[in-house]
């Protein structure tokens, strides 16, 4: 799939368009560059993050990719930073919200060592759902559950959701959601296992 692939990493002023790493955190919202049906795949043509719900203004937070279709937000005091969480939120962070079944985003990576990894994700979910993993357009993972956090800004940072087995090198992996529960997605974490 890399040879074929016709996205890039993602960058802009503050982000020089390097493939993430792994091991460490694949974060949700610097999908790769390349539009719908290449970088991602989007149910709905409108942001209902950036662009919406956050008026553009000239602020690097409310204009970050409002222009492509996949719903960003970021994190908020009033809403992401209460005592219900299971796990705190990074006010820097943003997010991948709005999910609805189907939907993908695309990641170019750079394995440093091959070898099993531990997959975390910080996330949230009003409904249990489902997501899956592929890496170079292969399937590695089926359906991954997802519990209900039992509100969209209620946040967890979920252990060992998986073990996959990656090869060191460029890779694409690709997070889709297989069943919507109107989740918010911040980062996976892969964890290289010894």
């Not at 990074?90 to 440093?112: A, H, I, K, M, S």
């Not at 070898?115 to 997501?131: K, L, N, P, T």
């Not at 090869?167 to 997605?185: D, F, I, Q, S």
Request: hydrophobic share 30%; glycine share 10%.
């Amino acid at each position: 799939m890399l040879e074929a692939y016709q996205g890039r990493p993602y960058e802009d002023e503050r982000h020089e368009g390097r493939p993430q790493i792994i091991p460490g955190k694949v974060m949700c919202a610097y999908y790769d560059l390349g539009g719908e049906g290449v970088a991602y795949h989007d149910t709905i043509g409108e942001n209902q993050g950036n662009g919406k719900l956050n008026p553009p203004n000239g602020e690097y937070r409310n204009e970050f990719r409002r222009h492509e279709s996949v719903d960003i937000s970021y994190i908020k005091p009033d809403f992401d930073h209460t005592d219900d969480n299971f796990a705190r939120p990074d006010p820097e962070w943003f997010y991948v919200g709005w999910t609805e079944e189907g939907e993908w985003l695309n990641y170019t990576v750079d394995v440093r060592r091959s070898g099993a990894y531990q997959v975390d994700f910080f996330c949230s979910a009003r409904y249990d759902g489902g997501i899956s993993i592929s890496v170079d357009g292969v399937d590695e993972t089926g359906e991954i559950m997802i519990p209900s956090t039992t509100h969209p800004h209620i946040w967890n940072h979920l252990t060992n959701i998986t073990v996959m087995h990656l090869e060191a090198g460029l890779h694409v992996l690709t997070l889709k959601t297989v069943r919507t529960g109107l989740m918010n997605y911040a980062y996976l974490e892969f964890i290289r296992r010894e």
